[in-house]
C-alpha cells in the first residue's frame, strides 16, 4: 500500500513540473515585451528597463525559470499589477469563498446524484428511471450562467427570499451559488452512479443474494450499493476539477468574492502576474486532488493496490 | 444496417438527430427566416415583451431577440464544429501514432495529454484567450485544443488492440506501409468512438464557447452570440426577464440535442448493449 502511494505520488512530480513551466512560460507566449506587457501600456522606457532587471528578464530562460521557482517556494507571487498588493495576499483573502462555495457545492451534489442514480437503477426500465435520467441529461446540457440567472430571478428578485448577489458569511448567500455550480455535477454523478449499479446488478454475488430470497432492498443497499459506489468514488474526484472551472462562471454570476471571478477581472485588465499565480494554483489543485482520488481509491478497492 | 437499426430504436436520439437537422437548416437560412435585422437597433421598441410582432420580445436596443437567436444559430453551430473538428483530426493522427508506434514518441504524446489534462478545460480556455486576446476565433483554438487530448486516448487504446488484430498482421505480410497500415486499415475502426465522443464534444464545446462569450472573453458585442446576449440581459434580471429566458432555451435544447444524440449513437455503436 505504502509502496503504491509513494509511487504514485512521485508520477506526479513530472506532470507538475511541465505545468510549472507552462505557466512559467505563459508570460513569454503574451504578444509584445513581457517587461512592456507588466509596466502596464503608459509606462516609459526607464520603468520598463527597470521592471525588465527587476523580474529577471535580461537573463537566460532556464535562469528565470530558477528565480521564479525559487521565490515561488518561499511563497512569492509577484505583485498585482493592479492593486499593487503581494498576489499570495489577495488569494489568500479570496481562497475561503471559494473553497467553501466548492465543497457546499460538491457535497449536496454528491449526495442528490447518488441517490438519484440508484433509485433510477432500482426502477430500471420504468418512469422513474426515465424521469430521473431525463432531469440529468437535461441538468448536464444547462449552461450554468443561464441556470444561474434564472434562480437569481425566481428566488432573489420576484419571491426575494434569497439574497441577489455577493457573500458576507452567511448561509442564505450559498445556497443559489451553490444550487448552480453542483447542478450538472449531482447529473453526472447521477448517470454514472445508475451505470455503475447496473454493472454491478449482472455479478453473481447478486444474483445468489437474491436466489437466497434476500429481500431486494437488501440486496440493493447491503450486497450492491458499496460496490457500485467504488467507480463512483473516482467520478466524484474527476469533478472537482469541473467544479474549480465552473466556480469562474458561478462566481462572475454571482458577484462571489472568490477566485474565480478575481481570475475574470486579472484577464480582463491584463493583471499577469495574477493570472500566473491563479494558473499555477488551479492545475496544482486539480492535480493533487486527482492525486488524493486515486489513493482513496486504492483504499477503498484493493485490487488497484495489488496491481 | 444494424446500426441503423439499433439506432432507429432510440426515439429519443432520433429527434434530436431532427432537432439538429432543424438547426443546420436554421443556421444555413437566417436571413430567409429571419423576420428582422439583427443588428437594427429601435428604441421606441427597447424591451418589449414577447408580442405577436416580437415573439420572443427586443432587447435593450429594440432588436428582435428571436432573430437574434436565429443569427446566433450560425455561430454556436459553427464555433462548436469547427473547434471539435481540428482537435478531432489532431488528436485522432496523435492517438494513432502514440498507438501505432509506441515507445518513445507514445511517452512523449501521452505525457503531454496528462499535462493538458492538468488544467481544468475551461481555465485552460481563459488562459488561451487570456494570451490571444478576446474573440471567438480564439474561443474556437482554446476548445480545440483541451478537445485533443481525449481524442488522443481514445484512438490510443483502440488502436492498441486493433493493431494485434489478424486483419493487420495480414496486411503488414503482404507489404503495407506504415501510413497504409494506421489510416486505411487501423483508423477506420477507431472510428465509432471517435464519433460518438465526437458529437458529445460538440454539445460541450458550444457550452464553453458560450460560457466564454458570457464572461466577456468570446463573442463581443453587438454579436448575437447567445451567451453573449445573456451577457448583456443580466443588469435587467427582474425588469425584463424575457431578455434572460430565450437565450438560455436556445443553448440549453442545442446542447442537450448533440448530448441525447451522442447517447443514442453510443448505445447504436455498443455492441454490449442488446
Same mark, same amino acid.
Given at each position: 500500500m505504502l509502496k503504491y502511494f509513494i509511487r504514485r505520488c512521485l508520477s506526479i512530480l513530472p506532470v507538475l513540473l511541465v505545468v510549472s513551466i507552462l505557466v512559467f512560460l505563459f508570460v513569454h507566449l503574451l504578444p509584445g515585451d513581457p517587461a512592456r506587457v507588466v509596466a502596464g501600456p503608459d509606462a516609459d522606457e526607464a520603468?520598463?528597463?527597470?521592471?525588465?532587471?527587476?523580474?529577471?528578464?535580461? =537573463?537566460?530562460?532556464?535562469?528565470?525559470? $530558477?528565480?521564479? &521557482? %525559487?521565490?515561488?517556494?518561499?511563497g512569492d507571487l509577484g505583485k498585482s499589477l493592479s492593486s499593487k498588493l503581494p498576489v499570495a495576499q489577495e488569494i489568500a483573502l479570496r481562497f475561503p469563498p471559494t473553497l467553501y462555495l466548492a465543497l457546499t457545492s460538491l457535497a449536496w451534489s454528491i449526495i442528490i446524484g447518488i441517490l438519484?442514480?440508484?433509485?433510477?437503477? &432500482?426502477?430500471? %426500465? =420504468?418512469?422513474?428511471?426515465?424521469?430521473?435520467?431525463i432531469v440529468a441529461v437535461s441538468g448536464i446540457s444547462m449552461p450554468q450562467f443561464w441556470l444561474g440567472l434564472l434562480l437569481m430571478q425566481l428566488f432573489a428578485v420576484h419571491l426575494g427570499w434569497l439574497p441577489v448577489t455577493g457573500f458576507t458569511g452567511k448561509f442564505k448567500e450559498l445556497i443559489l451559488p451553490s444550487l448552480t455550480l453542483g447542478a450538472s455535477v449531482a447529473a453526472i454523478i447521477a448517470r454514472f452512479t445508475l451505470s455503475s449499479f447496473l454493472d454491478v446488478f449482472q455479478e453473481e454475488y447478486i444474483n445468489t443474494a437474491r436466489a437466497k430470497g434476500l429481500p431486494e432492498r437488501v440486496v440493493m443497499w447491503k450486497h450492491a450499493f458499496r460496490n457500485a459506489l467504488i467507480p463512483v468514488v473516482t467520478m466524484v474526484g474527476l469533478q472537482f476539477g469541473f467544479l474549480l472551472g465552473g466556480s469562474?462562471?458561478?462566481?462572475?454570476?454571482?458577484?462571489?468574492?472568490? $477566485? %474565480?471571478r478575481y481570475m475574470i477581472e486579472s484577464v480582463s485588465v491584463r493583471d499577469y502576474p495574477v493570472l500566473q499565480a491563479l494558473l499555477l494554483l488551479y492545475s496544482f489543485q486539480f492535480v493533487i486532488i486527482n492525486l488524493l482520488v486515486d489513493m482513496l481509491y486504492a483504499v477503498i478497492?484493493?485490487?488497484?493496490?495489488y496491481k | 444496417m444494424i446500426f441503423w437499426q439499433k439506432f432507429k430504436k432510440q426515439k429519443s436520439a432520433v429527434v434530436a438527430g /431532427?432537432? /439538429? +437537422? +432543424? +438547426?443546420?437548416?436554421?443556421? /444555413?437560412?437566417?436571413?430567409? /427566416?429571419?423576420?428582422? !435585422?439583427?443588428?437594427?437597433?429601435?428604441?421606441?421598441?427597447?424591451?418589449?415583451?414577447?408580442s405577436p410582432q416580437h415573439w420572443a420580445g427586443t432587447d435593450i436596443y429594440g432588436r428582435d431577440i428571436l432573430t437574434r437567436i436565429i443569427y446566433g444559430t450560425r455561430i454556436s453551430l459553427s464555433v462548436g464544429i469547427s473547434s471539435v473538428t481540428i482537435g478531432a483530426i489532431v488528436g485522432v493522427t496523435l492517438g494513432l501514432i502514440s498507438g501505432f508506434f509506441g515507445g518513445f514518441l507514445d511517452e512523449i504524446i501521452m505525457r503531454s495529454a496528462d499535462v493538458l489534462f492538468a488544467f481544468p478545460g475551461i481555465l485552460l480556455a481563459i488562459a488561451v484567450v487570456a494570451i490571444l486576446g478576446p474573440g471567438l476565433v480564439n474561443v474556437v483554438a482554446a476548445v480545440a485544443i483541451f478537445s485533443i487530448p481525449t481524442f488522443a486516448r481514445i484512438v490510443r487504446s483502440n488502436t492498441l488492440s486493433i493493431k494485434e488484430s489478424l486483419y493487420v498482421r495480414a496486411a503488414r505480410s503482404m507489404g503495407a506501409s506504415n501510413n497504409r497500415i494506421m489510416f486505411v486499415h487501423i483508423m477506420p475502426g477507431t472510428l465509432s468512438s471517435s464519433?460518438?465522443?465526437?458529437?458529445?464534444?460538440i454539445g460541450t464545446s458550444i457550452l464553453t464557447a458560450s460560457s466564454l462569450s458570457f464572461l466577456g472573453l468570446g463573442a463581443q458585442p453587438p454579436s448575437p452570440e447567445w451567451g453573449a446576449m445573456l451577457a448583456e440581459s443580466r443588469d435587467y434580471i427582474g425588469v425584463a426577464d424575457h431578455l434572460t429566458v430565450f437565450p438560455g432555451i436556445a443553448i440549453f435544447l442545442t446542447v442537450l440535442a448533440f448530448n441525447i444524440f *451522442? !447517447? *443514442? +449513437?453510443?448505445?447504436?455503436?455498443?455492441?454490449k448493449l442488446q
Open positions: 520603468t520598463i528597463n527597470r521592471i525588465r532587471t527587476e523580474l529577471g528578464l535580461d =537573463k537566460s530562460l532556464p535562469e528565470q525559470y $530558477l528565480t521564479y &521557482m %525559487g521565490r515561488l517556494f518561499r438519484f442514480g440508484a433509485y433510477a437503477a &432500482m426502477h430500471r %426500465g =420504468k418512469w422513474q428511471d426515465y424521469t430521473a435520467m469562474v462562471v458561478v462566481e462572475t454570476v454571482f458577484a462571489w468574492p472568490g $477566485l %474565480g478497492n484493493p485490487e488497484i493496490r | /431532427i432537432f /439538429i +437537422l +432543424l +438547426l443546420v437548416f436554421v443556421a /444555413i437560412f437566417a436571413p430567409f /427566416i429571419a423576420p428582422y !435585422d439583427p443588428y437594427a437597433t429601435d428604441y421606441s421598441q427597447a424591451m418589449m415583451p414577447p464519433i460518438v465522443y465526437f458529437t458529445m464534444r *451522442g !447517447d *443514442g +449513437l453510443r448505445a447504436a455503436f455498443d455492441p
